[in-house]
């Protein structure tokens, strides 16, 4: 989950964010994650973009995926990841409900009793090439179904990247 949230699982400082949305303004949001099961769950993307962006902004997703895949994060990505979960990661238990579903996790997926106590360490001593690893076992840009809704329209080249968000064009 650690490579996720640098990828695109975070929100805005992703880089799926950075390329997309914030050099580019192709969508208002794009985020990825992993949908948790016993077995191997899907990983998705997802974004919404104007239909004559699509084909490019695919493109562009697939590209930093790949990217991604090949060299994994930076340091400093990985430091402010585990700076950032340091600071989130109590929140999941602040509440009972929190805590229920925190031990219902544990049950479900048949983790260690010390699985909270361990987690925050685990998450902390982890590499920058311990999370490219483990993105590279569990992902594959060959093995992507790409699902799209919309129309078929004609396509229209990718704005360049600006690192000035007020010059993004407008209408995504």
Known sequence: SMGNQILGG????TRLMSEVREKRGLSYGVYSGFTPM?????????????AEM??????LVQDVL????????TEKELDDAKRELSGSFPLSTASNADIVGQLGAIGFYNLPLSHLEDFM???????VEQVRAAL????STDK???VSAGPTVPQKPLPAPTDKPAEQPLGV
């Open 10 to 13: 975070g929100g805005f400082g």
């Open 38 to 50: 016993q077995a191997r769950g899907p990983f998705m993307i997802n974004l919404q973009t104007r």
């Open 54 to 59: 699509s084909e490019g902004t695919l493109k």
């Open 66 to 73: 790949a990217d991604y895949l090949k060299t994994g994060p």
């Open 121 to 127: 360490q685990q998450s902390q001593n982890l590499t």
């Open 136 to 139: 590279n076992k569990h992902l």
């Open 144 to 146: 992507m179904v790409i």
